[in-house]
């Protein structure tokens, strides 16, 4: 019984590097070929990841938590980055939209 274990073990490490091994690869010519597609989808997970960290991260306060805060730049810090970060990912995704289109 120990052994079929290890070799279950054995044989899903083989798969998940020939999954990875193959996703890096497709990932080289996909970037390679269509750099414009990669961007688009680099665009998109920014987004959904900006959308999760925005849910969780609980800086969706009200003014007057704002200012009895004694942590006022995490606030400001997000405050700038994010909407920078959103408009290069809107941008990419804008572009690849285009691309597919034309």
Same mark, same amino acid.
């Given at each position: 019984m120990k052994s079929r274990i290890q070799v279950n073990r054995y044989v899903l490490i083989?798969?998940?590097?020939?999954?990875? $091994?193959? &996703?890096?690869?497709? #990932?080289?010519?996909?970037?390679?070929?269509?750099?414009? /597609? #990669?961007?688009?989808?680099?665009? /998109?997970?920014?987004?959904?990841?900006? +959308? +999760? +960290?925005?849910?969780?991260?609980?800086?969706?306060? $009200?003014?007057?938590?704002?200012?009895?805060? &004694?942590?006022?730049?995490?606030?400001? /810090? $997000? #405050?700038?980055?994010?909407?920078?970060? &959103?408009?290069? #990912?809107?941008?990419?995704?804008?572009?690849? /939209?285009?691309f597919l289109l034309k």
């Open positions: 083989a798969v998940l590097v020939i999954l990875a $091994s193959f &996703s890096i690869f497709l #990932a080289f010519h996909v970037y390679r070929n269509y750099g414009v /597609i #990669a961007r688009g989808v680099s665009g /998109i997970a920014l987004l959904f990841l900006l +959308f +999760f +960290f925005g849910k969780r991260s609980n800086l969706d306060v $009200s003014f007057e938590y704002l200012l009895l805060d &004694s942590q006022k730049w995490k606030y400001l /810090i $997000s #405050a700038f980055v994010v909407p920078i970060l &959103s408009w290069f #990912a809107c941008a990419q995704i804008y572009e690849m /939209i285009l």
